[in-house]
Nanobody
């Protein structure tokens, strides 16, 4: 399985970005998927996850009310809409399954929020 993240960039605080995670293979439709991020000097953390049917989502407290995770199984794609971005959201964002699989990690997409 290959996961390819895209959509990152440089944005001012208060701005928005939409990340995409494109997956190869039919496994995408049966896995719980999540967005992770790793800020400089910090450990990678789980930011949000979504169940296979999209019926349940979960967010880390620091992004609740600002980020929205969604998925389109027909397109094998997962999204992360990020609004009201803060400087502390600056990180490389990755997608992976829950629990994560080491061989699924992609290159990630850099999100930089300027204050």
């Amino acid at each position: 399985v290959q996961l390819v993240e895209s959509g990152g960039g440089l944005v001012q605080a208060g701005g928005s970005l939409r990340l995409s995670c494109a997956a190869s293979g039919s496994i995408f439709s049966i896995n719980v998927m999540g967005w992770y991020r790793q800020a400089p000097g910090k450990q990678r953390e789980l930011v949000a996850f979504i169940t296979s049917g999209g019926g349940r989502t979960h967010y880390v407290d620091s992004v609740k009310g600002r980020f929205t995770i969604s998925r389109d199984n027909a397109k094998n794609t997962m999204y992360l809409q990020m609004n009201s971005l803060k400087a502390e959201d600056t990180a490389v964002y990755y997608c992976n399954s829950i629990p994560f699989r080491p061989n699924y990690w992609g290159q990630g997409t850099q999100v930089t929020v300027s204050s």
